[in-house]
């Protein structure tokens, strides 16, 4: 059975992503994000998509052969990082509202999570298949996983031109605010200021202490 699923996974992929690089080189062809519902594209983009996605975690389940036969600690971190992943996955699409969801336009959203990236969905999205796929260790499931991430990458990449029509300078300064996947500058900066903050609160207690405690000491060693 995870030969078959294999089969569909491999099949949706081969079609889903030249479809999705030629609306890259022209916008204009669009199956992503799609027109209408009831489009063509429409039809072909969600029956693809689903069968990917959902081929690629039957695999991971039916296969149980291993590829790289990675240690059982390996494979529970693998499904671990998984929940994690998928918890914040839901946390995005959440954060960005079931009327900006599927093609709609509800407004552009800066706030929350979207401060860390642009597209929060594919960012906590694509850890969770690249954890599927080190929790299942099948050669099949890498293979899929590895396709779903560029699926994802690509749908990231074409939007941006849709979004820039529906929003436009609005949508540039928020591009060049915020990072396409993860904004690393931000949060090296906030580490900085963590880090800052916890050695001013405890670095004058650390030297109280130690000196309290050397002034015991030597106290001790005067009566002795």
């Not at 995870?2 to 569909?8: G, I, N, P």
């Not at 695999?59 to 998984?82: K, Y």
């Not at 050669?139 to 699926?151: E, H, K, P, R």
Request: with cysteine; charged share 15%; glycine share 6%.
């Amino acid at each position: 059975m995870a030969m078959v699923w294999f089969a569909l996974g491999l099949t949706a992929a081969t079609l889903l992503i030249p479809l999705l690089w030629r609306t890259l080189i022209d916008p204009a062809f669009r199956i992503w994000p799609t027109p209408s519902p009831g489009t063509w594209q429409s039809w072909m983009f969600w029956t693809l998509f689903r069968t990917l996605n959902v081929a690629a975690f039957a695999t991971a389940v039916s296969d149980p052969v291993p590829f790289f036969e990675l240690p059982d600690g390996v494979r529970l971190t693998g499904l671990l990082a998984l929940a994690l992943s998928g918890t914040l996955y839901l946390y995005a699409c959440v954060a960005l509202g079931r009327d900006n969801t599927y093609c709609s336009r509800d407004g552009l959203v800066t706030h929350g999570i979207y401060r860390w990236t642009r597209n929060p969905q594919y960012a906590t999205v694509i850890p969770v298949f690249a954890s599927l796929a080190i929790a299942a260790d099948s050669g099949m499931t890498y293979i899929l996983c590895m396709a779903l991430a560029c699926v994802y990458v690509l749908m990231a990449l074409v939007e941006e031109p849709w979004l820039e029509a529906a929003y436009g300078p609005s949508y540039l300064q928020y591009c060049r605010r915020v990072p396409r996947f993860f904004n690393w500058h931000r949060a090296w900066v906030l580490l900085q200021t963590a880090l800052r903050h916890v050695q001013r609160q405890l670095w004058p207690r650390l030297v109280d202490h130690t000196g309290n405690a050397l002034v015991s000491t030597l106290n001790g060693r005067k009566r002795m």
